[in-house]
Every structure is written in structure tokens, then in C-alpha cells.
């Protein structure tokens, strides 16, 4: 019997059944594989490989741990590695916000900070206080909690009858509006949505609100004008409401400074972060809390709530050194520097192609979206696919781009251009060579 055509069969299976390459090695921001083939990673994976792939500092920082102890369960050992990242990460932080609690992913990161946040309100007495507003579109995760809180009709409708969904207010996409306004008016308008919403639900029901600072797959780089930010804390602050801040993409030094909540002197009540926190080495993410939500909480009896391996020593021996390696390297002020000269470039674009609508984002957390007008920002048709088919073009050029169309949303298609932190100039030039070839 002959044998058939194509890859081998695998027993694998992920979100499709689209074959993948297999891969082989990866060193600083390059990929290969199985057969040869180099790739440039420039979406960092998932906005994740922050300090670039093979870090000989945290490869053995690794080996070393592994050497002593791989695991030891978080209620029988804490581990010096988990008790430095957290006191490390505290140093990082806003005043007060010096609670660490490790997960393994930006879900359970989430799905934590909304545990923790329903707990509080118990434990001070608020138990009326429930429902946490997010925007739309936005993304906060995959599990059914996280979901709960997730603006993206694609990922929620199927799981309709298994979710509490909570109330969302719109995204801040001020760059698809067309009136009057200057930008910072658009912003607060979109800011006192949050307001009209609290006092349309009752603020006595009302726990939190999630955002993400930068935003990250659901809007493409998404940055609001600076006085949104001041004003949703002030919103918050009015109504006794916990502001949360899902910084799983944006932080770990990304947008050029380890929040980006410090890009507008905010400061949140929780803050997650993942992906770019263990930057690939290892899954591991941190929920950090102001110390007045978590004192009452272990005060009436404990935080019901918990992973097993949650900070194990492994995981956050990888943190550690994907940390300091980021401070000490300034990869934040390299993200700052390569990421203007990328977003300079990436702004290029948009004189060459009358379809490239909008460039934006933060340090090394940026994005063009590709629309079919850009005086009326309408969206390319659906069945065009722009998000699937640019994507495939640089990929066989060899450069990796993450890509998205939020369908039901405003946004349309967008594509997140975010190589590691560690990119150079000569990295800038090779994407712009690959993507302008691949829009051709
Ligand atoms: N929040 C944000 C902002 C994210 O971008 C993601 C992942 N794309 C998550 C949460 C979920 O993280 P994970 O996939 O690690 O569970």
C-alpha cells in the first residue's frame, strides 16, 4: 500500500486541525525548525519570550535549582527562589502593593485576582459587592472565570450557559471615532462610561473593574489618551472599587517600564502578570495585591484558592533570573529605544499602503491594523481573512507576526509586531524587509 502524501500523522491536537512546523532549537530572538528553517520571532510567541530564547543566565539559574529540588508543595514548603521574585517584584511596585501570590499562567493570575477580590468584599463586610466590569473587546483568559470577564464573543458564546458573564463597558477605541472631540475628551468620555455603568448596575453590587493598560490581543496595542487612565482610578476610588490591572501582556518591562501602569502613575489594587514575567522559561505568573485586601482575607480564615504548582522553586528560578537579566541588561530601556524606531518604521507603512489604518502601542507592545478605508476605519471583509493570510505570507518568509480579528468588536484586523526586548537595530530592519514583502 502506498503511503499517503503529508506530514506523518500526530496524535496532538491544538485549536485546529492546521499543521504546524516542529519545533527544533531557539537562540535570542531566532526560532528553527525541524528542517532547517530560521524564523524570526517577532511576536516574542505570544508577546512572551521577552528576554529572547536560551538566556545562558536562566538556563543556569534552571539547572542549578533543578539540581537541589524541583518541587515542594506550597503547604508544606515555601522556596528561597518563589521569597526572592516576590520581594523583588514588590521593590518594582507602587507603595503598598507588596502581596505576591505565584500561579502558572495569565488564566490563573486572573481567575486569582477575582477570587481574591470577591474575598475581600466578604471579609470587610461588602458581601454585595460582586459584579466586576470589564470592556469589550478584551481578553483576560481562558478558564471560565477569566472568561466571565472576557469581551470577545468568538471565545465566550459557546460557553454561554456554563458563565455568570459580568457587565462590560466599551473599549477606549478612540482612533475609530469620528467627531468633534480632541483625543484626551474622546478619552474621558470613554472613562465615564465606566461611571454610567457602576451607577446603572448599583455600585453596592459592584467589586471591580479589569483592564489592561496596553492592550494586548483583543485591540491590538490598544493605548487610551493619558487622562482615561487618571480618571477610571478616580471612578473607581468613588465608589470603593477595586481597580484591577491585567498587565500579563503589557507588564514584565514590555511597554519599556516593568508596568505599564507607571506610564500614568497608577496604581491598581491588583495587578497580574505572566507570559513575559517567566518569559517562556518556565509557566509561571504573579498576582500582586495591595496588602489591605490580603490582610483581611487570611485574617478571616484564609484565601480559598490554589494551584499545585504554583510557585513552585523551578518556575520561579526562572523568574528570578528573567528579572534581574531584564534590569540589569535594561532591556526596558532598549525596549523603549528599539520600540520608537520600530513604531517609526511600522508608521512608514502607512504612507506605502493606503490599507494600513493605524499604528500603535507602547515600547516593544505594538500593532498596525489593516482596514479597507482609512477615513472611515471600515474593516476588511471577513471573508478576506487578512489576519490568516498576512500572517501565512510572513511566515514563509520566515517571520513571525501574531494576528487577530476581534469579529463582533470594533477593531478589525490588527497584527502584534513585539520582538523580544533584546532586538536590535538589525532586527528592526529584517521585519521591516519580511513584513513590507509580505504586504506587497
Ligand atoms: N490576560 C491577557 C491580557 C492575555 O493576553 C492573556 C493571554 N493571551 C491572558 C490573560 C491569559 O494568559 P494564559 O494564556 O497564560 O492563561
Same mark, same amino acid.
Given at each position: 500500500?502506498?503511503?499517503?502524501?503529508?506530514?506523518?500523522?500526530?496524535?496532538?491536537?491544538?485549536?485546529?486541525?492546521?499543521?504546524?512546523?516542529?519545533?527544533?532549537?531557539?537562540?535570542?530572538?531566532?526560532?528553527?525548525?525541524?528542517?532547517?528553517?530560521?524564523?524570526?520571532?517577532?511576536?516574542?510567541?505570544?508577546?512572551?519570550?521577552?528576554?529572547?530564547?536560551?538566556?545562558?543566565?536562566?538556563?543556569?539559574?534552571?539547572?542549578?535549582?533543578?539540581?537541589?529540588?524541583?518541587?515542594?508543595?506550597?503547604?508544606?514548603?515555601?522556596?528561597?527562589?518563589?521569597?526572592?521574585?516576590?520581594?523583588?517584584?514588590?521593590?518594582?511596585?507602587?507603595?503598598?502593593?507588596?502581596?505576591?501570590?505565584?500561579?502558572?499562567?495569565?488564566?490563573?493570575?486572573?481567575?486569582?485576582?477575582?477570587?481574591?477580590?470577591?474575598?475581600?468584599?466578604?471579609?470587610? $463586610?461588602?458581601?454585595?459587592?460582586?459584579? @466586576?466590569? #470589564?470592556?469589550?473587546?478584551?481578553?483576560?483568559? +481562558?478558564? /471560565? &472565570? =477569566? !472568561?466571565?470577564?472576557?469581551?470577545?464573543?468568538?471565545?465566550?458564546?459557546?460557553?454561554?450557559?456554563?458563565?455568570?458573564?459580568?457587565?462590560?463597558?466599551?473599549?477606549?477605541?478612540?482612533?475609530?471615532?469620528?467627531?468633534?472631540?480632541?483625543?484626551?475628551?474622546?478619552?474621558?468620555?470613554?472613562?465615564?462610561?465606566?461611571?454610567?455603568?457602576?451607577?446603572?448596575?448599583?455600585?453596592?453590587?459592584?467589586?471591580?473593574?479589569?483592564?489592561?493598560?496596553?492592550?494586548?490581543?483583543?485591540?491590538?496595542?490598544?493605548?487610551?489618551?493619558?487622562?482615561?487612565?487618571?480618571?477610571?482610578?478616580?471612578?473607581?476610588?468613588?465608589?470603593?472599587?477595586?481597580?484591577?490591572?491585567?498587565?500579563?501582556?503589557?507588564?514584565?518591562?514590555?511597554?519599556?517600564?516593568?508596568?505599564?501602569?507607571?506610564?500614568? $502613575?497608577?496604581?491598581?489594587?491588583?495587578? @497580574?502578570? #505572566?507570559?513575559?514575567?517567566?518569559?517562556?522559561? +518556565?509557566? /509561571? &505568573? =504573579? !498576582?500582586?495585591?495591595?496588602?489591605?485586601?490580603?490582610?483581611?482575607?487570611?485574617?478571616?480564615?484564609?484565601?480559598?484558592?490554589?494551584?499545585?504548582?504554583?510557585?513552585?522553586?523551578?518556575?520561579?528560578?526562572?523568574?528570578?533570573?528573567?528579572?534581574?537579566?531584564?534590569?540589569?541588561?535594561?532591556?526596558?530601556?532598549?525596549?523603549?529605544?528599539?520600540?520608537?524606531?520600530?513604531?517609526?518604521?511600522?508608521?512608514?507603512?502607512?504612507?506605502?499602503?493606503?490599507?494600513?489604518?493605524?499604528?500603535?502601542?507602547?515600547?516593544?507592545?505594538?500593532?498596525?491594523?489593516?482596514?479597507?478605508?482609512?477615513?472611515?476605519?471600515?474593516?476588511?471583509?471577513?471573508?478576506?481573512?487578512?489576519?490568516?493570510?498576512?500572517?501565512?505570507?510572513?511566515?514563509?518568509?520566515?517571520?513571525?507576526?501574531?494576528?487577530?480579528?476581534?469579529?463582533?468588536?470594533?477593531?478589525?484586523?490588527?497584527?502584534?509586531?513585539?520582538?523580544?526586548?533584546?532586538?536590535?537595530?538589525?532586527?528592526?530592519?529584517?521585519?521591516?524587509?519580511?513584513?513590507?514583502?509580505?504586504?506587497?
Amino acid at each position: 500500500m502506498d503511503t499517503p502524501a503529508g506530514p506523518p500523522p500526530s496524535n496532538l491536537f491544538y485549536q485546529s486541525r492546521a499543521r504546524r512546523p516542529v519545533l527544533d532549537r531557539a537562540e535570542g530572538v531566532y526560532l528553527w525548525d525541524r528542517d532547517g528553517k530560521r524564523y524570526l520571532d517577532g511576536s516574542s510567541g505570544a508577546m512572551v519570550s521577552n528576554i529572547g530564547h536560551s538566556n545562558p543566565r536562566v538556563l543556569a539559574a534552571m539547572r542549578e535549582q533543578m539540581d537541589k529540588a524541583t518541587f515542594g508543595y506550597r503547604l508544606h514548603f515555601e522556596n528561597e527562589p518563589a521569597e526572592k521574585l516576590a520581594s523583588l517584584v514588590a521593590s518594582l511596585m507602587p507603595k503598598g502593593l507588596d502581596r505576591v501570590f505565584f500561579v502558572s499562567g495569565g488564566s490563573e493570575a486572573v481567575e486569582s485576582a477575582l477570587k481574591l477580590a470577591r474575598q475581600w468584599a466578604v471579609a470587610s $463586610g461588602q458581601a454585595s459587592r460582586w459584579k @466586576v466590569i #470589564s470592556r469589550y473587546p478584551s481578553y483576560h483568559g +481562558s478558564t /471560565l &472565570g =477569566a !472568561l466571565a470577564v472576557t469581551g470577545m464573543a468568538l471565545m465566550t458564546a459557546p460557553f454561554s450557559p456554563m458563565l455568570r458573564e459580568m457587565p462590560r463597558i466599551p473599549a477606549p477605541t478612540c482612533y475609530l471615532d469620528r467627531d468633534e472631540l480632541t483625543p484626551d475628551e474622546r478619552g474621558l468620555r470613554y472613562a465615564e462610561m465606566l461611571r454610567t455603568e457602576i451607577l446603572r448596575q448599583g455600585p453596592e453590587t459592584v467589586l471591580g473593574f479589569i483592564m489592561e493598560p496596553v492592550g494586548g490581543a483583543s485591540t491590538g496595542a490598544l493605548v487610551a489618551p493619558d487622562p482615561y487612565y487618571a480618571r477610571i482610578r478616580e471612578i473607581c476610588d468613588e465608589f470603593g472599587i477595586l481597580l484591577i490591572y491585567d498587565e500579563v501582556m503589557s507588564g514584565a518591562g514590555r511597554t519599556g517600564r516593568f508596568l505599564a501602569a507607571e506610564h500614568w $502613575g497608577i496604581r491598581p489594587d491588583i495587578v @497580574v502578570v #505572566s507570559k513575559g514575567f517567566a518569559a517562556g522559561y +518556565s509557566p /509561571l &505568573g =504573579a !498576582l500582586i495585591a495591595d496588602r489591605r485586601l490580603v490582610e483581611p482575607v487570611l485574617d478571616a480564615g484564609g484565601f480559598i484558592h490554589g494551584y499545585t504548582y504554583a510557585g513552585n522553586p523551578l518556575a520561579c528560578a526562572a523568574g528570578l533570573a528573567v528579572v534581574e537579566e531584564t534590569l540589569e541588561r535594561d532591556l526596558m530601556g532598549n525596549a523603549t529605544r528599539i520600540g520608537a524606531l520600530l513604531k517609526t518604521e511600522l508608521r512608514g507603512l502607512m504612507a506605502r499602503y493606503p490599507f494600513v489604518g493605524d499604528v500603535r502601542g507602547k515600547g516593544l507592545l505594538l500593532a498596525f491594523e489593516l482596514v479597507s478605508d482609512r477615513e472611515t476605519m471600515e474593516p476588511l471583509p471577513v471573508a478576506y481573512d487578512a489576519y490568516v493570510r498576512l500572517v501565512e505570507q510572513a511566515y514563509e518568509r520566515g517571520l513571525i507576526i501574531y494576528s487577530r480579528r476581534t469579529r463582533g468588536g470594533r477593531a478589525g484586523d490588527h497584527f502584534l509586531v513585539c520582538p523580544p526586548l533584546i532586538a536590535d537595530r538589525d532586527h528592526v530592519a529584517e521585519i521591516m524587509e519580511k513584513l513590507t514583502a509580505s504586504l506587497d
